[in-house]
């Protein structure tokens, strides 16, 4: 199976200072890897994903790194705003494997931004 | 597109009663999830289909659930009795078959389950 895990659940960083969440997965087979965003009171939202032939990706004020050696993802918001307040998750698939397009979905981190 | 429409948003009900939760998943999408989420658990897979089709009810917690999805556009989530135990916000969300392998799952609003 996978197992998907977060490194800290909360994370205080002050208004205009780069964030990063990191993400740690468990199976080397796993080859397509996605961030999501849930703000209070709403369905995860999609931020930016990756497959695994790619080691980074950059989207408007994001970024997602992969190491595969050592199986783990972080996602960099540069500039941070207080809109970006929410829980973040890390999903991974191995959709080429096994497992179509179902996800296993990590704790997630809360993202807390300080004016 | 409207995205994935759910309904109801909210729904409280007392124990042993009938719930039935729906979903209309984004149109041409092939899969359809279910998901629970609380607090202690996280985001946890119950049931996903494709065309139509369950693939994998592992995450079914127990008999009490049941999914069915008699059309492409359409998907129910029942649980026959409820419990307060089953007090959670469950999410619907679809995504489209990738030659690729994995694409994103786009989510609806999530249900909000009372079970008092």
């Known amino acids: 199976g996978e197992s998907v895990g977060l490194h800290l659940p909360t994370l205080s960083v002050q208004e205009g200072d780069n964030s990063i969440i990191n993400c740690a997965y468990s199976?080397?087979?796993?080859?397509?890897f996605i961030w999501y965003k849930q703000e209070s009171g709403k369905g995860p939202q999609f931020i930016i994903d990756?497959?695994?032939?790619?080691d980074k990706r950059q989207g408007q004020r994001v970024t997602v790194l992969l190491n595969k050696t050592v199986k783990h993802l972080s996602l960099q918001i540069a500039a941070t705003q207080p809109g970006d307040s929410a829980v973040y998750f890390c999903?991974?698939?191995?959709?080429?494997?096994?497992?179509?397009?179902?996800?296993?979905f990590g704790t997630g981190t809360q993202l807390k931004v300080e004016l | 597109d409207a995205g994935v429409i759910q309904s109801p948003r909210h729904e409280v009900t007392e124990m042993g009663q009938e719930v039935t939760l729906r979903c209309k998943p984004i149109?041409?999408?092939?899969?359809l999830f279910w998901y629970r989420q609380t607090m202690m658990r996280g985001l946890e897979l119950l049931i996903y289909?494709?065309?139509?089709?369950?693939?994998?009810d592992s995450g079914m917690p127990e008999d009490r659930f049941s999914a069915k999805m008699p059309n492409a556009s359409f998907s129910t989530l029942k649980i026959q009795p409820s419990e307060p135990r089953d007090s959670a916000v469950y999410f619907c969300?679809?995504?489209?078959?990738?030659?690729?392998?994995?694409?994103?799952?786009?989510f609806g609003p999530g249900t909000r389950l009372t079970v008092t």
């Open positions: 999903a991974v698939s191995r959709g080429l494997t096994g497992g179509g397009n179902k996800l296993t």
């Open positions: 990756i497959r695994s032939n790619m």
């Open positions: 289909f494709n065309n139509n089709v369950p693939i994998d």
């Open positions: 199976n080397s087979a796993s080859d397509y």
């Open positions: 969300a679809s995504s489209a078959v990738s030659l690729a392998g994995g694409s994103q799952q786009y």
């Open positions: 149109s041409g999408h092939d899969y």
